[in-house]
């Protein structure tokens, strides 16, 4: 299986015909091979498989396909028209953490998100940890890299306070 420069999924066709061989759905697969899912088109009907997906053919670079996506995050407006940085450093105050180290990393992270245009992603976050909080959702200390971001922690997605642990988050953001 991979994913294209757009995010769908596609199969080899090994992998679809292990699917099919094991009695599983393949009719929303998307072959990796044009040849082989041309081939399947042509001849499904007559072996009573179903058919395969098409790839979507879009008018579309996928930078401009990404950059459409990343500004259609399906939230409430009182989140898409939230101000981080107030959000931000009231929880930094929530939190006995309203230092100018803090404030200071917490300005410097926004900045670097900004530049990146990823404002979106962290509003839809604090919408997605809210919703989590609310409904009992347990969710993970953290993974990675991301574990570097205060941005992250004040939002909650991680457990693990960066500044106390000499963290840079220019290894998440890089």
């Not at 292990?18 to 990796?32: A, E, H, M, P, R």
């Not at 917490?106 to 839809?124: G, N, Q, T």
Request: proline residues 2%.
């Amino acid at each position: 299986m991979i994913t294209d420069a757009y995010g769908s999924v596609k199969f080899s066709v090994e992998e679809t015909l292990d699917k099919l061989y094991n009695g599983n759905d393949i009719s929303q697969f998307v072959v990796n091979d044009a040849n082989e899912n041309n081939l399947h088109l042509k001849h499904h009907t007559h072996f009573e498989l179903p058919a395969l997906q098409q790839s979507p053919s879009l008018d579309l670079t996928s930078e401009e396909f990404h950059t459409i996506l990343s500004h259609s995050w399906i939230m409430p407006d009182k989140y898409k028209e939230m101000d981080l940085e107030s959000y931000l450093a009231n929880e930094l105050v929530k939190q006995n953490m309203a230092t100018e180290i803090y404030t200071a990393r917490v300005i410097e992270e926004l900045d670097e998100y900004a530049k990146r245009d990823m404002l979106d992603i962290l509003k839809f976050l604090v919408y997605l940890m809210n919703v989590c909080r609310d409904n009992s959702i347990v969710t993970g200390i953290g993974r990675g890299s991301s574990v570097s971001s205060l941005v992250l922690y004040l939002i909650g997605v991680h457990y693990i306070d960066p500044v106390k642990y000499n963290l840079s988050y220019k290894e998440f953001l890089r």
